[in-house]
């Protein structure tokens, strides 16, 4: 995208106006609030990578720390990126800058074909005597997972590789005190969760049928379904003649309006409880 700005820019003798340099000067002041808070002695720091701007703009702020005395050492710095958009890690062990075509991963934060501040990443690795390391898709799931309910941070994808790449090299790690960059929100994706999530159906105000889906196995296979295919599974729900009906009326209801079901969509629909009361023509909401 910058690159074709810059094209652009040239063609029609424009500016070409951004806000990098400036916006590192900001970012950098993540290195002196953790000094003001006292928690500068960490061995390692992990940055998740995009343009590389946030990373050179805390390793900024950690040498103006240093040159003027308040702290004794830089931490090693630990440059991350998902597996399938990972320009700057390719070239911090090839020495030389890439530039990716296209990039497609989940986590679109640092979703980054050409890299602005590689060099400044390089630099920062080399003088630290840096890491760099990459997660697969999976990986970034199930670590966002994790911290969003083991540690209660619900964070945009991009911030779960860290956690992802730390596991993924634990003898590296053992005994060393490591601080993860977190940069954004996981309300900034909640298409994600929905993407890879398994929603539960709207239930109808009985009881009886509240229960009934409660000990259907649906719940449990929530929990276990986070980021997996919706292949298998569904199997392991108890559905009854009713279940059945019902699921069967409802698609063919809404395929005979000529809209199209996602297979989520469809097989969330399997899991509606069926209730009795409920005319098989006009089945219970489901909300999308």
Same mark, same amino acid.
């Given at each position: 995208? /910058?690159?074709?700005?810059?094209?652009?820019?040239?063609?029609?003798?424009?500016?070409?106006?951004?806000?990098?340099?400036? /916006?590192?000067?900001?970012?950098?002041?993540?290195?002196?609030?953790?000094?003001?808070?006292?928690?500068?002695?960490?061995?390692?720091?992990?940055?998740?990578?995009?343009?590389?701007?946030?990373?050179?703009?805390?390793?900024?702020?950690?040498?103006?720390?240093?040159?003027?005395?308040?702290?004794?050492?830089?931490?090693?710095?630990?440059?991350?990126?998902?597996?399938?958009?990972?320009?700057?890690?390719?070239?911090?062990?090839? =020495?030389?800058?890439?530039?990716?075509?296209?990039?497609?991963?989940?986590? *679109?934060?640092?979703?980054?074909?050409?890299?602005?501040?590689?060099?400044?990443?390089?630099?920062?690795?080399?003088?630290? *005597?840096?890491?760099?390391?990459?997660?697969?898709?999976?990986?970034?799931?199930?670590?966002?997972?994790?911290?969003?309910?083991?540690?209660?941070?619900?964070?945009?994808?991009?911030?779960?590789?860290?956690?992802?790449?730390?596991?993924?090299?634990?003898?590296?790690?053992?005994?060393? =005190?490591?601080?993860?960059?977190?940069?954004?929100?996981?309300?900034?994706?909640?298409?994600?969760?929905?993407?890879?999530?398994?929603?539960?159906?709207?239930?109808?105000?009985?009881?009886?049928?509240?229960?009934?889906?409660?000990?259907?196995?649906?719940?449990?296979?929530?929990?276990?379904?986070?980021?997996?295919? /919706?292949?298998? +599974?569904?199997?392991?729900?108890?559905?009854?003649? +009713?279940?059945?009906?019902?699921?069967?009326?409802?698609?063919?209801?809404?395929? /005979?309006?000529?809209?199209?079901?996602?297979?989520?969509?469809?097989?969330?629909?399997?899991?509606?409880?069926?209730?009795?009361?409920?005319?098989?023509?006009?089945?219970?909401?489901?909300?999308?």
């Amino acid at each position: 995208m /910058r690159s074709c700005a810059a094209e652009f820019a040239k063609s029609g003798n424009y500016h070409l106006g951004g806000d990098y340099v400036f /916006r590192q000067e900001g970012q950098k002041s993540f290195a002196y609030e953790l000094y003001e808070q006292g928690r500068t002695d960490f061995d390692y720091i992990f940055v998740p990578i995009g343009a590389g701007t946030n990373f050179a703009a805390i390793y900024k702020g950690y040498k103006e720390l240093k040159a003027a005395g308040l702290i004794d050492k830089i931490p090693s710095f630990v440059a991350v990126q998902p597996e399938q958009s990972s320009p700057v890690v390719e070239g911090i062990f090839k =020495k030389d800058k890439i530039v990716k075509d296209q990039v497609n991963t989940m986590a *679109d934060a640092v979703a980054v074909g050409d890299p602005l501040d590689f060099y400044k990443v390089l630099r920062g690795i080399e003088e630290t *005597d840096g890491l760099a390391f990459t997660a697969t898709e999976n990986e970034l799931l199930e670590s966002m997972k994790e911290m969003t309910v083991e540690e209660g941070f619900f964070t945009e994808p991009a911030c779960a590789i860290p956690l992802a790449t730390f596991k993924n090299n634990l003898d590296q790690f053992k005994g060393k =005190k490591c601080l993860f960059v977190l940069t954004g929100t996981g309300l900034k994706s909640a298409h994600i969760v929905a993407k890879y999530s398994l929603s539960s159906p709207v239930l109808p105000p009985n009881l009886e049928r509240i229960q009934q889906y409660i000990e259907s196995g649906f719940i449990d296979m929530q929990k276990e379904s986070w980021g997996q295919t /919706r292949n298998t +599974g569904f199997e392991n729900v108890n559905m009854d003649e +009713g279940h059945s009906k019902l699921y069967e009326e409802y698609v063919h209801n809404i395929n /005979r309006k000529g809209k199209t079901l996602k297979e989520e969509e469809i097989k969330v629909l399997r899991s509606l409880v069926y209730n009795e009361d409920t005319d098989l023509h006009h089945p219970v909401e489901v909300v999308d």
